[in-house]
């Protein structure tokens, strides 16, 4: 057989009965193709255990998860528990408590049916240990298991609840061991089902340890009601800030069974990722997206192309309505009446946000992406004329007017079209040779705040100042990464503390060293806070301190979005460092003086690719004069 020859091809051609008998599978492999359908990373394991846990009652779950689940996950909760004589059968395939006939399938109200979680876990796992006890009987039990082989079970201590340990996750399969994502994306799975089941369930206490950190701590209140559960765990997982600034939704469809409720965040609260939009039907987590759809289409005219609101919305009908019964995961749902979902959805959020229009503070948007993810040249305040500015209160570039007061939002106007404070022009670089890809150009003026009018050799030149200067600054900031690490940051005077959600928590580390390169010196402050002591000096310069935190927080938020363990490291640095040139560029709508558009004409002709911005957009378009002259009938 050839090098490039399959088996299959290689025995096509061959007249020897080379055929192989079938046989049955051993039991351990076929858990283990089974257990494949089921478990497929560390995050499918919790996802089944929380799930048993909450369908057991439980009012109290702790998690603890050791090398991103690979090493270690374990569960704790305090529900019935399982009878010592039903134990061994917990471990058998199709055994489960939640349903006899097929018509139960129709009736469901719990997490789990299929009684595939515990075997396909235990074949996954090189080791598993389990010890229950139920409120019927007065001493606990214990069962463990090894590369999928059941020991007896024992006698043990424990209160009235179950506890699960999984030790070394696809230890006996290292090919799917091999296929794992790195340890910052498996955390962040991890918190996203921990996240999705106490959104689900809020009137439960959660609390997750990962290693040494608690990422995830939400203890119940007393019968607080569904406002007050839901906002307290939207607290624990986004921001006590986001939470409280969040619209409660509550409604029901005319036409049907269906209700809704949850919260609407505030635009300020949205990112330019999908994960703040948790969506549930009866309870469980689902990725549908038509109802993503309508989300999006709700807050479109609240927010930039790009970014995504925080929404939680728990949609609920009656279980003949609707089929969890199509997707091994259990994460996909087929409703009898999707149109209605739809609608229900979209029209709450809608009228939620009409509601509060003049309440909801500004915000500057982090800036549309381009199809590949990347932020588009401009951000959505770009995207529309600005109000005028004064322009006797331009400095020059690289400088703040002494006694400079940050603009404010004007009361009762909408977020999206009110006026920002605009980062100045960074200084220009030290002088070297001219980048022979763009020759000299002299600025005669500036048209509709928008693009520099310039003069070149051939004719004239329109530059768009957001991208030009985005390049400037992009180029700069690789400089300094790659230079002396002193010269890259500027330290502040008073630190800024910017709050973070339980996911950005839980990962932040791995960025650090990325963020350290682009000049950003931060660490931990308590479990939830972001301390940012230096920016890159790079966009800071010039920026009074006093400005700087509201900036300063959409700005490291981007960066660190863009950080993110998905594609190579180079790529994610790229993209972080695009990110926040985008953050330190002027604006679309920004005036600037002579002196300004003149020291950006310098620095775009210093760089080394001057004809288009990071993310791809072109910096200038040149009109020749011919051209021009033909437009006048003289030539």
Not at 68 to 94: C, K, M, Q, T
Not at 449 to 464: K, S
Not at 494 to 509: F, K, R
């Amino acid at each position: 057989m050839s090098r490039s020859q399959t088996p299959l091809a290689a025995s096509a051609g061959s007249n020897t009965d080379a055929r192989r008998p079938i046989r049955q599978l051993p039991e351990l492999v076929a858990a283990q193709i089974a257990a494949g359908e089921v478990i497929e990373r560390p995050a499918a394991v919790l996802k089944e255990l929380l799930e048993n846990a909450l369908d057991a009652g439980a009012g109290r779950i702790s998690v603890e998860i050791e090398a991103a689940g690979r090493e270690r996950i374990a569960v704790h909760d305090d529900g019935r528990g399982i009878r010592a004589a039903e134990l061994p059968l917990a471990f058998s395939r199709h055994a489960t408590s939640k349903l006899a006939t097929v018509d139960d399938l129709g009736r469901l109200d719990s997490y789990g049916f299929r009684g595939e979680a515990l075997p396909a876990i235990a074949a996954a796992a090189g080791r598993l240990r389990l010890t229950t006890r139920s409120a019927a009987e007065d001493a606990a039990s214990l069962i463990e298991f090894a590369a999928g082989a059941a020991a007896a079970p024992r006698p043990a201590a424990r209160a009235v609840g179950t506890s699960v340990e999984v030790f070394d996750l696809f230890a006996g399969q290292p090919a799917r061991r091999a296929f794992l994502a790195g340890a910052r994306a498996e955390r962040a799975a991890l918190l996203r089902v921990s996240s999705d089941a106490l959104l689900a369930q809020p009137e439960r206490s959660l609390r997750v340890r990962m290693e040494t950190r608690t990422p995830l701590a939400h203890d119940a209140g007393a019968g607080p009601g569904r406002e007050a559960a839901l906002r307290e765990a939207a607290a624990a997982v986004f921001s006590p800030d986001a939470a409280d600034r969040g619209i409660w939704i509550d409604a029901r469809s005319e036409r049907s069974e269906l209700a809704l409720d949850g919260i609407a965040g505030a635009p300020q609260d949205a990112r330019r990722s999908r994960e703040r939009i948790r969506l549930f039907v009866n309870g469980r987590p689902v990725h549908d997206r038509r109802l993503s759809y309508a989300v999006q289409e709700a807050y479109r005219d609240w927010l930039g192309a790009g970014e995504f609101p925080l929404v939680v919305a728990r949609l609920r009908l009656p279980p003949d309505a609707v089929d969890v019964n199509i997707h091994p995961a259990k994460t996909e749902v087929k409703l009898r009446d999707p149109g209605a979902a739809f609608s229900l959805l979209q029209r709450t959020l809608r009228e939620a946000l009409a509601s509060r229009r003049s309440a909801i503070p500004l915000r500057m948007p982090s800036g549309p992406r381009s199809g590949n993810g990347a932020v588009a040249a401009e951000s959505a305040v770009d995207n529309r004329t600005a109000p005028d500015r004064e322009r006797s209160s331009n400095p020059p570039a690289g400088f703040e007017q002494p006694g400079a007061q940050p603009r404010t939002a004007l009361p009762g106007r909408s977020w999206r079209t009110q006026a920002v404070a605009e980062p100045p022009l960074a200084p220009a670089f030290a002088a070297t040779a001219a980048s022979p890809a763009l020759p000299p150009l002299r600025m005669v003026g500036q048209l509709h705040r928008t693009f520099i009018i310039a003069e070149g050799p051939r004719g004239l030149v329109l530059v768009d100042q957001h991208g030009a200067h985005e390049r400037v600054m992009y180029e700069r900031l690789l400089a300094d990464a790659a230079g002396p690490s002193r010269d890259a940051s500027q330290p502040l005077l008073e630190p800024i503390l910017l709050p973070l959600d339980a996911e950005e928590s839980a990962h932040w580390s791995a960025a650090a060293a990325e963020l350290l390169r682009l000049g950003f010196e931060a660490d931990l402050f308590g479990e939830r806070t972001l301390r940012v002591r230096a920016l890159p000096a790079t966009l800071a310069a010039g920026r009074a301190a006093g400005r700087a935190a509201g900036w300063a927080d959409a700005l490291v938020r981007s960066v660190l979005a863009d950080l993110d363990p998905a594609g190579g490291e180079p790529e994610r640095f790229d993209r972080a460092a695009a990110s926040a040139a985008c953050h330190g560029s002027v604006r679309r709508g920004q005036v600037l003086d002579p002196t300004a558009m003149t020291a950006l004409l310098r620095d775009l002709e210093r760089c080394d690719n001057p004809h288009s911005c990071p993310h791809g957009r072109p910096t200038l378009v040149e009109i020749s004069s011919d051209d021009v002259l033909r437009q006048f009938g003289r030539k």
